[in-house]
């Protein structure tokens, strides 16, 4: 029996690519604290190649079992149609949506000069358009709700990652998408806080079927017992709390959040600048560049460069 006093009673959060690793975990967060769960899962390989409904039933199951109410939802969340049923399920079966957790997601990494256009257009699609459609589906519910005099405390916390904030050699794909929701995040949050809608990101690191064999070492859970720094639970707590009504007033950020630490990343933001007044010639445009470097921070190395 969930407890009144539960960061989620009462609310209805859509978690989607929640089958495994880290959209598991954060739809059994969310229902630990008395969320009623949408779990979103297309069953697909690490590759996004195969579908199956077992990832997210198996979720559902894990939810009921432990006295919490949550749905399964197997469509395709980068489609209109699977956007839209994704709506449509949380309000047909708890009569609300309160939280959108986009996290669906998968990799084919390879090098720039090796990266297919199909593979590009898969990554993007599942990550960017995976973020987006959802995104827009609820929004309207949310501002149909607003101009009809129900404000809604509304949440939504998107997946970004390191590698979209500095990029990660192999991952040029990945990385672009996962920047574009960074900037997806900033837009949303702007456009939709006039309905009640606090929009969020975070940039995880944990293991997952992303991480676990790419960052194998990184990664691993410790052998001898104690903190598993790396398991996906250690970020949903995070998750949850952007998620609820507690965080009000928190809109438009992005957390990174690993182990036991949260980040608040600052972005980008005007460093050194000179000004002419006039046309630069280029032989100027080039000096004033290198004395604003020189006194410019030295920005983070991107991830896996040599």
Not at 147 to 157: I, N, S, Y
Not at 229 to 257: H, K, Y
């Amino acid at each position: 029996m969930t407890s009144s006093t539960a960061l989620c009673a009462g609310r209805v959060a859509v978690v989607t690519g929640a089958g495994r690793g880290l959209g598991r975990a954060h739809a059994l967060a969310f229902a630990a604290e008395g969320g009623q769960v949408v779990v979103n899962d297309l069953g697909v390989g690490l590759d996004g190649s195969g579908t199956a409904t077992g990832p997210a039933q198996r979720v559902v199951e894990e939810i009921r079992a432990a006295g919490g109410q949550a749905v399964a939802h197997n469509a395709d969340i980068a489609t209109a149609d699977g956007a839209a049923s994704l709506v449509a399920t949380a309000l047909d079966s708890f009569g609300r949506l309160d939280t959108l957790v986009n996290n669906a997601g998968f990799l084919r990494d390879r090098m720039l000069v090796n990266l297919d256009e199909d593979d590009w257009d898969a990554v993007t699609r599942v990550h960017l358009r995976g973020h987006f459609l959802p995104l827009k589906h609820a929004a309207a519910h949310w501002r149909a709700e607003a101009k009809a005099g129900r404000v809604p405390e509304a949440r939504v916390v998107n997946t970004g990652s390191g590698a979209g904030l500095l990029g990660s050699v192999g991952q040029g794909s990945y990385s672009a998408a996962k920047a574009g929701i960074i900037a997806l995040t900033l837009v949303a949050a702007a456009e939709m806080g006039r309905y009640g809608v606090q929009v969020n990101a975070i940039a995880p690191a944990a293991r997952t079927r992303m991480t676990e064999d790419t960052f194998a070492e990184t990664m691993a859970a410790p052998t001898g017992g104690g903190f598993d720094a790396m398991a996906p639970e250690n970020v949903s707590p995070l998750v949850v709390w952007l998620g609820s009504a507690a965080c009000a007033g928190v809109s438009g950020r992005v957390f990174e959040a690993e182990a036991g630490r949260i980040t608040v990343m600052e972005g980008w933001r005007p460093g050194p600048t000179a000004d002419k007044g006039a046309r630069w010639s280029p032989a100027e445009a080039g000096a004033a560049a290198s004395r604003l470097l020189a006194a410019a921070e030295t920005p983070q190395p991107v991830y896996g460069a040599r």
